[in-house]
């Protein structure tokens, strides 16, 4: 049986330092994944991964556990992903390499369809790097994390009508970004 968050938490804050790695290994690819859809870089992701889980191991004594370890550990991540993206501003624009671009390959889809779903994702990547931060991170956590309104609100400090508002408008603005991108120059509609 898999142990629950706070059953975890307090094994660790009574002295078994060991049993974090159980939250660590619970949410290292949602933490991971977070951090590399803010900066689009996968050394950035993984610096700002481990140092979200040693800022929430040092603080774990504060942790509330009336909360979801979940929201609080993304709360976390989301600040020094903002805090990074203060300090560098070109880590907010993306390197869209192939080698950076998360694929939604499916190898039984003929090669052309293959291709243009990577280009379709590069592209769709390049454009969300384009929002402002606080509309990438609205986007991210709903569209790309997953997470309800309700997560969104709790780990971004914001009312829940606002983080809908902000979520909707970040994706009405990715749309606007990709529908600009899509006729070129000279190019008709």
Same mark, same amino acid.
């Given at each position: 049986m898999e142990k629950k968050d706070n059953d975890i938490i307090q094994s660790v804050i009574e002295g078994d330092r060991d049993a974090y790695a159980l939250l660590v290994d619970r949410y290292k690819t949602r933490i991971f994944n977070l951090a590399y859809r803010m900066t689009g870089s996968y050394e950035h992701a993984n610096d700002l991964a481990q140092e979200t889980f040693i800022k929430a191991f040092e603080n774990l004594g504060r942790f509330d556990q009336k909360r979801a370890f979940f929201t609080w550990l993304y709360t976390i991540g989301l600040n020094i992903a903002r805090n990074h993206l203060k300090k560098d501003r070109?880590? @907010? %624009?993306? =390197?869209? @390499?192939?080698?950076?671009?998360?694929? %939604? /390959? =499916?190898?039984?889809q003929d090669p052309e369809h293959v291709m243009m779903s990577e280009q379709d994702i590069r592209y769709l990547n390049a454009c969300l790097y384009? %929002?402002?931060? =606080? !509309? /990438?991170?609205?986007?991210v956590l709903r569209f790309y994390q997953e997470l309800?309104?309700?997560? #969104?609100?709790? #780990?971004?400090? !914001? @009312? %829940?009508?606002?983080?809908?508002?902000?979520?909707? /408008?970040? !994706?009405e603005k990715l749309r606007e970004l990709m529908e600009e991108q899509s006729v070129k120059p000279g190019e008709k509609e």
């Open positions: 070109k880590a @907010s %624009l993306c =390197d869209t @390499s192939e080698n950076e671009t998360f694929s %939604l /390959r =499916d190898n039984s384009h %929002l402002p931060n =606080d !509309l /990438r991170e609205a986007v309800s309104f309700e997560e #969104i609100a709790e #780990i971004s400090g !914001l @009312s %829940l009508s606002a983080a809908k508002m902000r979520a909707y /408008r970040g !994706l």
